[in-house]
């Protein structure tokens, strides 16, 4: 499965969020190689694999600037996806029960759905928008994904926005 980060175009030093700052969703495989190392290096430190920085990135083979210089600006996806509102587009078949079915999946994953917005079937699929609260979901971003598209009836399903 492919993993997806977040990116922030903060500028260095700058710590606090403001309404200017933008975020990217970026596939695991086309980052650059300092990027993914960065997050290693966290992900070592946040499970107290290593003690020190510099513990971290001599494990990972990363310089410490290079460490310093993102590691503020980088972010799996699962990591800040609790408490967030994700918004997802899904192409469905035109058929009865369709939508109810993944509506109900999503609650079952304790997902509160927000908003709903569904077009007039063309061609036999209808897209719909749905923005789903996800603070008491135990499964990440990612996952509930993979079950959408899993899901019979359902064609396409991709995370469009979160905030």
Not at 124 to 138: F, R, Y
């Amino acid at each position: 499965m492919e993993r997806i980060f977040t990116l922030s175009d903060k500028k260095k030093g700058d710590t606090k969020p403001n309404e200017h700052e933008r975020y990217y969703l970026v596939r695991e495989d086309i980052l650059p190689e300092a990027l993914l190392k960065t997050v290693q290096a966290k992900e070592l430190l946040a499970r107290g694999k290593v003690r020190t920085i510099h513990e971290a990135v001599e494990q990972v083979e990363l310089s410490r600037s290079a460490f310093y210089k993102y590691k503020d600006g980088i972010f799996p996806l699962s990591k800040l996806d609790r408490e967030r509102i994700v918004t997802i587009s899904m192409d469905l078949e035109h058929r009865s029960g369709i939508l109810s079915k993944v509506l109900a999946m999503i609650a079952g994953l304790e997902g509160n759905v927000l908003t709903i917005h569904q077009t007039i079937p063309l061609q036999g699929i209808a897209n719909v928008v749905i923005s789903v609260e996800t603070s008491l979901m135990e499964e990440n971003v990612a996952f509930v994904l993979e079950m959408l598209r899993a899901q019979e009836g359902v064609s396409r399903a991709a995370l469009v926005g979160q905030g």
